[in-house]
């Protein structure tokens, strides 16, 4: 059948079909723009650096190619990870998320996370940007291969499509707490690990060319030899990176692309020398931040005429800033606030988090603030020291000569203060303390401070959802695979009793001990965990106390038996060994974890009956943090040099 049209028909159709072309030109002369116009995004990372820049005051510094872009950019004053070491920091760079609240924050793990949750590189690839990562990764959960376009050591936004936006990421390891390892260390770690001698030995041990005497060592440090050395040798590191960012920006404006780049130079964590990189304090929490943006994404800048940025700034809002200068939605799940971008952002943080877990082969557990002028630190742990031996560490012949001087005796209160038992809280002044050595926490002066602070703290760990409280020895009971987010919204973790009874137990206070010895009862495992470790600190050592602690010496939860069978063994009960060395043979390697790092607090002559099961565990070069551990118990108990 044929359809007849008139010819006025169709000239009104030829009409209609002529404005909708016109009309949609300007669309796609917008689409066009806006693609031109988004800008290129460079994240320049060192590894390992507190703000040992020259544009940050430090007058030993030589970092002119940071400086300069600090001159003629943003300068933060007050940008911090969220942990202080690599692993878990860079986990929240990529997620945007705090690891405690994701399950990421002890070291080198590799829990699952929820579906949901991209590594935000991702929603730029999918919004049209090349993104590139050179080379380090370190997310501590399993790698989404799909957030780049490219991650390698070779690794460039020089390989995108001609006029594509990009987003690239280089890190620079020059910095690297192993860059100060003497060439001695550098081979007892590859020997460890089976590992062929290095074929060019670059000589390490070499005087380094800052002068150690103009640098000021803080007072928590002893200035040993060695220290100096390591200061100095460290000053020349952080030279020699400040000469790659150089490389890495003239190579930008040598592609012609320096004027079309917003450039981000920051560390992954603080650091390294002792006391820093690992620890929640200033040293170790705070980084250098300088943005770059150029004339043409002016509009970006919300700070206008200022330089130096006293705004708080933490990792959890790196990623939202990105997506934001990029001109991407922000999901919901993020965890941090853009501090940069057209849209407002006149909302500052209240606070920098920082929490630490497991570092390497020790357990611990701290959470910490940065709010106003204070730093607020409470200590879970309180009984293992700051300084437990941790292998990669005690690789720096600084850290080795800082324990020789305290085993002689040498050291003064604030630096023996490493090796002892942590206090509870710790409180400092940072702008008349910023090495965090006059803990004010006991100081009735402060005590308006300091609960405002513990108050601060307490309700951000119940508003992630705080999954660290969970020892790891337990998640793989607990959790059933299932990830750790997801798990503290299931309604099986009971927070907010957890962390009562954290607190409580963490507190150190003898009036908490008919408690304590009630909650070994708990149905919850969790809550007897924490029952447990709260007798471990307080060393209640009577007869009484005891006796009900050999009642619950067999409890279901390995992670609960051992803390029981550690304090038995401190109260004059030696057999409780059996139940710490019989964990060696568990299957879950987070609880053989638990019980070398309890083994540690026992003598030598009962430890020799188990010394082949040690020596079979320090042979194991599949499992690094056991093989740490198990040699150190060697060394330290039995004088074996491994």
């Known amino acids: 059948m044929l359809i007849q049209v008139s010819l006025k028909t169709l000239n009104i159709m030829k009409k209609t079909l002529l404005i909708c072309i016109v009309s949609f030109v300007p669309f796609l002369q917008t689409l066009a723009?806006?693609?031109?116009?988004?800008?290129?995004?460079?994240?320049?990372?060192?590894?390992?650096?507190?703000?040992?820049?020259?544009?940050?005051?430090?007058?030993?510094?030589?970092?002119p190619n940071i400086d300069g872009l600090a001159e003629k950019g943003l300068l933060f004053n007050n940008a911090y990870c969220t942990a202080a070491v690599c692993a878990p920091s860079r986990s929240t760079l990529i997620t945007g998320m705090y690891?405690?609240?994701?399950?990421?924050?002890?070291?080198?793990?590799?829990?699952?996370?929820?579906?949901?949750?991209?590594?935000?590189?991702?929603?730029l690839r999918e919004a049209g940007y090349y993104t590139s990562n050179n080379a380090k990764k370190d997310y501590n959960s399993a790698d989404q291969i799909d957030a780049w376009d490219e991650s390698s050591k070779t690794a460039t936004y020089q390989n995108r499509k001609n006029g594509q936006p990009?987003?690239?990421?280089?890190?620079?390891?020059?910095?690297?707490?192993?860059?100060?390892?003497?060439?001695?260390?550098?081979?007892?770690?590859?020997?460890?690990?089976?590992?062929?001698p290095e074929k060019e030995v670059k000589n390490s041990n070499q005087s380094p060319r800052h002068n150690a005497q103009e640098i000021k060592?803080?007072?928590?440090?002893?200035?040993?030899?060695?220290?100096?050395?390591?200061?100095?040798?460290?000053?020349?590191?952080?030279?020699?990176?400040?000469?790659?960012?150089?490389?890495?920006?003239?190579?930008?404006?040598?592609?012609?692309?320096?004027?079309?780049?917003?450039?981000?130079?920051?560390?992954?964590?603080?650091?390294?020398?002792?006391?820093?990189?690992?620890?929640?304090?200033?040293?170790?929490?705070?980084?250098?931040?300088?943005?770059?943006?150029?004339?043409?994404?002016?509009?970006?800048?919300?700070?206008?005429?200022?330089?130096?940025?006293?705004?708080?700034?933490?990792?959890?809002?790196?990623?939202?800033?990105?997506?934001?200068?990029?001109?991407?939605?922000?999901?919901?799940?993020?965890?941090?606030?853009?501090?940069?971008?057209?849209t407002d952002i006149s909302q500052d943080k209240d606070y920098a988090f920082g929490s630490r877990g497991r570092m390497d082969e020790r357990i611990d557990l701290v959470r910490t603030i940065r709010s106003g002028n204070y730093r607020y630190v409470r200590n879970f742990?309180?009984?293992?020291?700051?300084?437990?031996?941790?292998?990669?560490?005690?690789?720096?012949?600084?850290?080795?000569?800082w324990e020789k001087a305290f085993k002689e005796g040498k050291l003064t209160e604030v630096q023996a203060r490493f090796f002892k038992p942590k206090p509870t809280e710790e409180l400092y002044d940072i702008a008349k303390d910023p090495?965090?050595?006059?803990?004010?926490?006991?100081?009735?002066?402060?005590?308006?401070?300091?609960?405002d602070l513990r108050k601060e703290t307490k309700a951000h760990l119940l508003t992630i959802k705080d999954v660290g409280f969970i020892p790891e020895s337990a998640i793989a009971s607990i959790s059933g695979g299932q990830p750790l987010y997801d798990f503290a919204r299931s309604g099986n973790y009971n927070l907010t009793a957890v962390i009562e009874r954290a607190y409580l137990a963490s507190s150190n206070d003898e009036t908490a001990l008919p408690t304590l010895l009630k909650g070994l009862n708990d149905q919850d495992p969790l809550i007897r965990y924490w029952s447990a470790t709260g007798l471990l600190i307080l060393n209640n050592q009577s007869v009484s106390t005891s006796n009900v602690l050999r009642h619950h010496l067999y409890d279901d939860a390995p992670y609960v038996r051992l803390v029981i069978?550690?304090?038995?063994?401190?109260?004059?009960?030696?057999?409780?060994?059996?139940?710490?060395?019989?964990?060696?043979?568990?299957?879950?390697?987070?609880?053989?974890?638990?019980?070398?790092?309890?083994?540690?607090?026992?003598?030598?002559?009962h430890l020799k009956p188990y010394h082949e099961s040690i020596k079979r565990i320090s042979e194991n070069k599949d499992s690094e943090y056991e093989l740490n551990l198990a040699n150190y118990l060697l060394e330290s108990k039995f004088n074996e040099n491994i």
Do not use: C
């Open 381 to 401: 742990m309180p009984h293992r020291p700051y300084g437990q031996h941790l292998n990669f560490l005690w690789l720096a012949s600084s850290i080795q000569s």
């Open 99 to 123: 690891p405690a609240s994701l399950g990421t924050e002890n070291m080198r793990s590799s829990y699952p996370v929820p579906d949901f949750v991209k590594f935000f590189p991702k929603y």
């Open 217 to 342: 060592i803080p007072a928590y440090l002893p200035k040993t030899p060695e220290m100096l050395h390591d200061w100095a040798l460290y000053y020349d590191k952080i030279e020699e990176m400040d000469y790659r960012v150089g490389e890495l920006l003239q190579q930008l404006k040598k592609d012609g692309l320096d004027e079309e780049t917003i450039v981000f130079y920051y560390a992954d964590n603080g650091g390294v020398l002792g006391r820093s990189k690992r620890f929640m304090y200033e040293s170790g929490l705070h980084i250098p931040l300088v943005v770059h943006i150029p004339e043409k994404y002016k509009n970006l800048n919300p700070y206008k005429q200022q330089n130096k940025i006293n705004r708080l700034v933490d990792f959890t809002d790196f990623a939202p800033t990105v997506l934001q200068l990029a001109g991407v939605n922000i999901p919901d799940y993020f965890q941090g606030k853009p501090f940069l971008g057209a």
């Open 435 to 451: 090495d965090n050595i006059h803990n004010l926490a006991t100081d009735p002066n402060y005590k308006a401070v300091l609960e």
């Open 565 to 605: 069978a550690e304090q038995l063994y401190k109260s004059g009960f030696f057999d409780a060994i059996e139940v710490l060395a019989s964990a060696l043979d568990n299957q879950d390697p987070m609880v053989r974890i638990q019980a070398l790092n309890s083994l540690q607090e026992t003598r030598a002559e």
């Open 33 to 63: 723009q806006s693609a031109e116009s988004r800008p290129n995004i460079l994240w320049i990372v060192s590894e390992d650096n507190s703000p040992f820049i020259g544009a940050y005051g430090d007058i030993v510094a030589h970092t």
């Open 166 to 196: 990009f987003f690239a990421v280089f890190n620079i390891e020059i910095s690297h707490e192993s860059s100060i390892f003497g060439e001695d260390g550098k081979a007892k770690m590859r020997k460890r690990f089976g590992l062929p």
